[in-house]
């Protein structure tokens, strides 16, 4: 989404939330990745912490394909729905700083369509950047890709690992021009969307960055039946807004 079209969507349903109340947390339920952000799980915080960013201008890396089902006799032919392409970052090539602790990215990777959804609305892809502290905690960057006009993320995903074959190497990515422009972020406390689903991952979601639509077709005629998990309940959860910064 862009500043304005993520202002759009966010302020409503910011003003719909204040209206309704807080809904009490019901920490014995599960609390799992995706959700939708339904305007009566918005809040408006404006003295969240800052998530500062430092990722690397000339980074090297290999694009591969993250298999699920690796003992299938037609794992190679057959697409499991968690399966993925996904860049491993070089250790010490970004990371976040978040209350003073450092989260390291570790990888990015892709989801079609978009795993989590803006008031029932889905895009076509979603990146998922994972980052990790020294303690194992994890933090991940969700950012809406959409069709539009060509960016950094066509580059990382101009030539798709097979399945069953070579990596592909990438010798020069900006990390930073994976990210959209606008920083704000929608936070809230959930899982990862693949097994073991752990829960305590801290979710920070961006709007969108466009893709080219060769870029989108490429990728889903890989996954043709998809690879994003279904939306999960809320369960009681809010997601803080940064409107302020909008």
């Known amino acids: 989404m862009s500043r304005r079209g993520f202002a759009a969507v966010a302020v409503p349903v910011v003003l719909s939330a204040l209206l309704a109340g807080a809904t009490p947390a019901r920490a014995q339920l599960p609390l799992q990745s995706p959700i939708d952000i339904t305007p009566t799980a918005i809040r408006i915080d404006p003295h969240l912490p800052q998530l500062q960013i430092s990722y690397g201008h000339h980074v090297a890396g290999d694009l591969h394909y993250v298999r699920k089902d690796a003992t299938a006799t037609d794992g190679c032919t057959v697409r499991n729905h968690e399966e993925t392409e996904e860049f491993d970052v070089q250790p010490g090539a970004g990371y976040v700083t978040l209350s003073g602790v450092r989260y390291d990215l570790v990888q990015f990777h892709f989801h079609t369509p978009s ?14 950047l994972v980052h990790r502290s020294a303690a194992g905690s994890l933090l991940v960057i ?85 690879n994003a998990r279904p939306v999960q309940p809320l369960n009681g959860r809010t997601v803080r807004v940064e409107l302020p910064h909008l």
């Open 142 to 226: 969700g950012v809406p890709l959409r069709v539009g006009a060509p960016s950094a993320v066509d580059t990382a995903l101009a030539h798709l690992a097979p399945e069953c074959g070579e990596e592909v190497h990438l010798p020069d990515l900006d990390l930073n021009t994976l990210l959209p422009v606008n920083h704000a972020t929608a936070r809230y406390t959930g899982s990862l969307t693949t097994a073991p689903f752990t829960e305590g991952v801290q979710w920070f979601l961006m709007s969108e960055k466009t893709v080219g639509q060769d870029t989108v077709s490429h990728f889903q005629g890989l996954f043709y039946e998809g």
């Open 115 to 128: 795993e989590h959804r803006f008031a029932g609305h889905a895009d076509p892809l979603e990146m998922h």
